[in-house]
């Protein structure tokens, strides 16, 4: 019996195969969320094995596998009586159970190591999920004992297990871990060949995760010697204010060892201003899914928590005052939040209810019955469809149904709720004339069941690019300000930082909209977040996939979001948090405060310390100290000044030291540690660094600041660029600013690692990747200093030459009778679907295809699309794009000059649209989105044909080189290149996007481009 390496019950055995690969898995109902019960019986090793009780599992988090590849899975297990456990294997976490394969593995009731081998498929783009299943019938009630996973490239027959196996283990299991104390690391080393390996030498690194991830601790331990064949090792971690993870275990000569990571949190805002308990005298809450609550149900979701009280005692802690509570119920007269199912089910839940109140929360309650989930039999009879930005729904044609639930849900929970919202997002399922008679009888309504009752109504959304302002003011047109005693609205603006997004805009329309028609009303952002992917092992580098930020950005964007409500004078300001089943088998959440194990995450840390700066703080003034460097100057008292200033990491990357005059009384960075200011430069970035001055205005302040010295702050930086010496290749290199040499490790994906030294400011080369024609590029890994510091590298782009031979005397009339050669780019699937939330058959399959031809004055493309009509549609079109069937094009003119992994438009990148009204053929667009500088739309020919409602079309685009300035007339040798096909099924709005090489992201990020050689 291997002895058990479950660390807060995540199993970790980091096996050595042929190539090196290893990985993390996670329960599926973490231990932090749901207690675990453990076998502690194994004969003469009172070690801890997960029992998986009839309809459990373990599930692991998305990790990276090479596409069409044989894997060994291996775990320990035994049962009560011999019987199977299921693998499901999985790369789309949002269709999970439709997209999966599943492997039986035959157990017995001795303790033995089992194994299975699986291929994965060609698209592994999102992370390859493991998911392993006791699903045994719950009547059987045979237990599954299972321990020390593993997963190794190739089949059953090359299993060939590692010389070692290291465990971490805290103590510490299924809670949170103490406040500001020392936490004691325990490692246990088992070699399993010790010929091939030596603990002499081993060093251990503990990095501090956010917000600046620096190492703390990097020094030698002692090992001491079991006697059977393992070793231990202790460390004490350090307490204070800050997130850390154990990161690594290497040896003298500098090789990365696997290693076992564990992240600890031990942030409690020590020496920060205190905040009221009083929910009236907060500004902050939380948005949190109905599913985290202590309700007893079977544990089919992520969301139980085993110390509920502890959970909300944390939270309160963190600085929220506010719970607004938003699930589902597949049964339309179920309120979201409460469930009032009969007097027993109502005593339940406002038992549950009484729980958040008790530790000192306010709740917002929604009034959103589930309409459009109704059932034969219910009492919403007669309904009607509405259709809204994205969405329908189905409302009752009687509303006096509608006000009978209003009055009902508001009398039941009276007592506990005395805050309510009418309708989730109405702007992206009904129309404005449908929202307004639902808010104005529905806050009658509840008025009549509660007049103390508080009423926010409206509640629109600018997710999904969704305009929300027009809604807002039809209602409000319509003396809807009459009807609600709170302007709601969520200001999202996807994956674009608050300042780029264009935030301000939002919440300045909703200020002046509520000062025009509904005077003297509160204005809260009742839920706004960032999609960040949550995964424990990847804490700083998360946020890959698409559509996602990583988890610092999330948390600085968030601060920068609260710094903005206050500049716009918001009443009240939820945050979108979540450890959220809604959104997926991945588990990932809006700028989630709480890591997949229950970890508080580095949105903890900067927005707990936001709001206890922030609190009685009176905004004064804005500043833009250089282009996407902001600084906001808030009053503390007659005799205080403090000021919030960062940067923008989408304008500028990189963080900068600010020098001022006049040293101030107090700083902070953004985890809430104090700073000495006069020391030296004050290190500001994407996360703000908080300043005091006493006995000083606000307009000295300002002066000192637009005063102040901003420095680029020398650090290391990795660039990718290609290199056109020797055909086309891509260079990775390392640039080291310092006076000193740094120890760097290079360590991709798949592959082994190796260590550069890079002298006193140097720029080295790491790596360089030979490109072929017709392939593609996959960079994926870290650069290293040491052990730390991560510096995540990913770019995956497609190469490709020209050539088919240009039609000569080519009429640009969208027909394709002139191209005779094959085409360059031939699409056999749907990539990518654009906007939406509908499911859509990702097996589908449109033929589509693309040539591309080149001569000395110009490039030249024509495909044709062919598709079936489908009643999909997209969320929203917007005015100013023209997406109906379309093409898009992405250039990169200065290839040679750009880091092709830096994600920013930078000089020379262009991206433009070109489209084509249906309805009227002779209306043509060049919509240039990006790079308007480097393009000269007006000479660019093209032309769509066969553009008929369902059928598809062919288009033909020439562009003369001398539409790109930079180019000076000139072909170049190669480009930056992309293409994106867009696809309509009703004849105007875009619904799917065919992409070449990237992803429906490149509107915003460069580094999936494919490269092409004009020939």
């Given amino acids: 019996m291997e002895p058990s390496n479950m660390l807060w019950g995540l199993s970790t055995d980091f096996e050595l195969s042929t190539a090196g690969w290893q990985t993390f898995l996670l329960p599926r109902y973490p231990p932090s969320l749901v207690d675990f019960e453990w076998e502690t019986s194994n004969p003469g090793t009172g070690t801890r094995s997960i029992v998986l009780r009839p309809g459990f599992g373990v599930n692991s988090f998305p990790f990276s596998v090479k596409p069409e590849t044989v894997y060994t899975f291996s775990i320990l297990a035994r049962a009560d009586r011999p019987g199977k456990l299921v693998l499901l294997t999985g790369v789309n976490p949002r269709v999970w159970e439709e997209d999966v394969e599943a492997f039986e593995i035959s157990i017995d009731t001795e303790w033995k190591r089992v194994y299975v081998s699986f291929q994965t498929p060609s698209d592994v783009s999102s992370g390859l999920f493991l998911l392993l299943e006791n699903q045994a019938d719950p009547e059987q009630a045979k237990n599954v004992y299972v321990d020390a996973f593993t997963v190794c490239e190739g089949s059953l027959a090359e299993y060939n297990p590692g010389p070692y196996q290291l465990d971490l283990t805290t103590g510490v299991f299924g809670n949170f871990f103490p406040i500001n104390q020392e936490v004691t690391v325990r490692a246990t080393l088992r070699i399993h060949d010790s010929a091939a390996i030596s603990t002499t030498g081993w060093n251990w690194t503990l990095n501090e995760v956010a917000p600046t991830e620096r190492t703390l601790l990097e020094e030698s331990i002692e090992w001491r010697a079991r006697g059977d064949g393992s070793f231990e090792a202790e460390i004490v971690v350090p307490a204070g204010q800050g997130m850390y993870r154990v990161v690594a275990l290497h040896d003298a000569d500098d090789r990365l060892m696997p290693c076992q990571e564990l992240l600890l949190t031990q942030a409690e805002f020590a020496g920060l201003p205190a905040i009221p308990d009083d929910p009236e005298h907060s500004f902050f809450g939380i948005h949190l899914m109905n599913t985290w609550m202590d309700i007893d149900r079977p544990p089919h979701f992520m969301n139980l928590h085993s110390n509920y009280k502890a959970f909300l005692a944390r939270l309160h802690h963190f600085g929220a005052r506010w719970i607004r509570l938003h699930g589902g119920h597949p049964d339309p007269t179920k309120m979201y939040a409460a469930f009032p199912e009969g007097p027993d089910e109502i005593r339940t839940h406002v038992a549950e209810i009484q729980k958040l109140r008790a530790a000192g929360f306010g709740v917002v309650g929604l009034l959103q019955p589930g309409f459009n989930d109704r059932e034969a039999g219910d009492p919403w009879f007669d309904s009607r469809e509405t259709r809204g930005a994205w969405m329908g729904d189905t409302i009752p044609s009687d509303l006096s149904v509608w006000e009978q639930y209003v009055k009902e849900t508001v009398s039941a929970y009276r007592s506990e709720i005395k805050t309510w919202e009418i309708y989730n997002e109405p702007n992206g399922q009904m129309t404005s004339a449908d929202y307004i008679p639902l808010l104005k009888r529905g806050y009658e309504a509840a008025k009549e069941a509660d007049p103390e009752a508080t009423v926010l109504g409206i509640c629109t959304t600018t997710d999904f690019c969704t305009e929300g302002g027009s809604f807002v003011e039809e209602c409000l047109a319509q003396q809807c300000g009459n009807s609600l005693d709170v302007l709601s609205f969520h200001p999202y603006v996807g994956i674009q ?519």
Avoid at 911 to 936: E, F, P, T
Wanted: negative net charge; charged residues 20%.
């Fill in 497 to 1015: 930082s608050p300042e780029s997004g264009g935030v301000q805009d939002i919440m300045q329309n909703m200020v002046e909209l509520r000062n025009r028609y509904a005077p003297g009303k509160a204005l809260w952002n009742s839920e706004v977040g960032w999609p960040t992917v949550a995964t424990y092992a990847s804490h700083v580098q998360r946020g890959s996939e698409n559509h996602c930020v990583t988890a610092l950005e999330a948390a600085a964007y968030t601060v920068r979001n609260l710094l903005l409500a206050f500049r716009m004078g918001l009443d009240r300001y939820f945050m979108y948090d979540g450890i959220c089943p809604v959104f997926g088998f991945r588990n990932s959440g809006f700028s989630p405060l709480f890591e997949y194990d229950g970890t508080p995450n580095a949105s903890y840390l900067a927005v707990g310390t936001a709001i206890r700066l922030l609190h009685n703080a009176q905004y004064e003034t804005a500043l833009e100290l250089s282009e996407g460097v902001y600084a906001y100057l808030f009053r503390k008292s007659e005799v205080s000044v403090l000021a919030a200033v960062w940067v923008d990491n989408q304008v500028e990357k990189n963080p900068l030291g600010l020098e001022v005059t006049e040293t101030p009384a107090q700083a902070w960075d953004g985890a809430g540690r104090p700073v000495d200011a006069s020391a030296g430069p004050v290190q500001v970035g994407m996360m703000p660094t908080w300043l005091t001055w006493q006995g000083i205005t606000v307009a000295d302040v300002g002066d000192l600041l637009k005063t102040s010295t901003l420095k680029e702050q020398a650090r290391l930086s990795v660039a990718a660029r290609v290199d056109l010496r020797d055909g086309a290749d891509i260079v990775l290199s390392a640039a080291n600013p310092d006076s000193e040499t740094r120890l760097l490790k290079w360590k991709p994906l798949n592959g082994s690692p190796s260590a550069i030294r890079v002298g006193p400011e140097s720029n080295t080369e790491i790596a360089r990747l030979k490109l072929a024609a017709n392939t593609a590029l996959k960079l994926d890994g870290d650069v290293q200093k040491g052990v730390a510091e991560a510096i995540p590298v990913s770019l995956s782009s497609r190469f490709l030459s020209t050539s088919p031979i240009l039609p000569k005397n080519m009429t640009v009339d969208g027909g394709l009778t002139e191209w005779t050669t094959p085409p360059l780019i031939e699409f056999s699937e749907l990539r990518e679907v654009t906007i939406g939330d509908a499911e859509v058959d990702h097996w589908m399959r449109y033929p589509a295809q693309v040539w591309i031809a080149a001569d000395d004055e110009a490039l030249v493309l024509a495909g044709s699309v062919s598709k079936e009509k489908r009643g999909w549609f997209q969320t929203n079109p917007g005015v100013a794009q023209y997406n109906q069937d379309s093409v898009e094009l992405f250039l990169r003119l200065l290839p040679c000059e750009v880091n092709w992994i830096d994600p920013v438009y930078q000089r020379g990148d262009v991206k433009l649209s070109l489209g084509q009204d249906s309805r009227n053929a002779s209306s043509r667009y060049v919509h240039i989105d990006k790079g308007s500088d480097c393009v000269n739309g007006d000479l660019i020919e093209f032309a769509f044909a066969n553009l008929e409602f369902g059928q598809g079309y062919t288009f033909e685009a020439r562009m003369p080189w001398r539409a790109f300035p930079l180019l000076k007339g000139t072909k170049p040798p190669m480009l930056g290149f992309d293409i994106s096909l867009n696809l309509s099924e009703e004849g105007n709005a875009r619904t799917m996007q065919y992409t070449w090489s990237g992803d429906s992201d490149n509107w915003v990020r460069t580094n999936s481009f494919g490269m092409l050689r004009i020939t």
